[in-house]
């Protein structure tokens, strides 16, 4: 079956622009992840859903990033005024329930000029 | 905390050659352990897993076991080829958050 797609594949952006990461999840998965990958900071985890609770926002760095769920499917990894330190790769995940195998999609690779 | 520590590579090796490639972790509770492989161009894909203390995951000649006493969840393989070159992440999921902490990869190059 269809695993996880992300988009965009890549994305260039300007200092100070907000830009929006789309994760579509394994069909039924009840649990979403994004992680960021970057060469200083290895791979870390930012936020997590799982079914209708809170998200989890521990990883987030700073105020500027926030995600959504909507519909318990897609979810937008959102980088208001992005920094260059922010330029990596956004993975998402899905598993079917938490703490189960996490499917990851290709990514998407943000650079911020 | 929770954490995990990998071997630092690069590891190069020759075709057919034994790999190992060290992971030591700490964290609270009973985690699940797993590897993941990246390939040149690709995404995350999971490589094995472990989840109870003396489990061993295995797949595509790949093996490591979890090992409680020792903290550990080595990867090794008897004979590796060209094609087994990647990045290697050991990771744990941190009881009852499903959050996946990773070590910082180890890159395998197998040369012919």
């Known amino acids: 079956g269809a695993g996880v797609s992300q988009s965009p594949s890549n994305k260039v952006t300007e200092k100070g622009k907000d830009v929006e990461l789309r994760c579509d999840p394994i069909?039924?998965?009840?649990?979403l992840y994004w992680y960021r990958q970057s060469l200083g900071q290895g791979l870390e985890f930012l936020i997590y859903f799982q079914g209708n609770s809170a998200p989890d926002k521990s990883g987030l760095p700073s105020d500027r990033f926030s995600a959504e769920r909507t519909g318990g499917s897609v979810s937008t990894l959102t980088i208001q005024r992005t920094q260059q330190e922010d330029s990596a790769v956004y993975l998402c995940?899905?598993?079917?329930?938490?703490?189960?195998?996490?499917?990851f999609g290709p990514g998407t690779r943000l650079l911020v000029l | 905390g929770n954490s995990v520590t990998q071997m630092e590579g690069p590891v190069t090796l020759s075709e057919e050659a034994f790999l190992t490639i060290n992971c030591t972790y700490t964290a609270t509770g009973y985690p699940s352990l797993f590897w993941y492989v990246q390939y040149p161009g690709e995404g995350l894909q999971l490589l094995l897993k472990a989840t109870k203390a003396d489990d061993k995951g295995s797949n595509k000649g790949f093996e490591a076991t979890y090992r409680k006493e020792t903290t550990s969840f080595h990867l090794e393989k008897g004979s590796v080829q060209v094609s087994d070159s990647a990045v290697y992440f050991c990771?744990?999921?941190?009881?009852?958050?499903?959050?996946?902490?990773f070590g910082q990869g180890t890159t395998l190059q197998v040369k012919p």
């Open positions: 990771a744990l999921i941190v009881s009852n958050t499903g959050k996946l902490i």
């Open positions: 069909s039924g998965h009840t649990a």
């Open positions: 995940a899905s598993s079917l329930f938490s703490e189960e195998t996490q499917y």
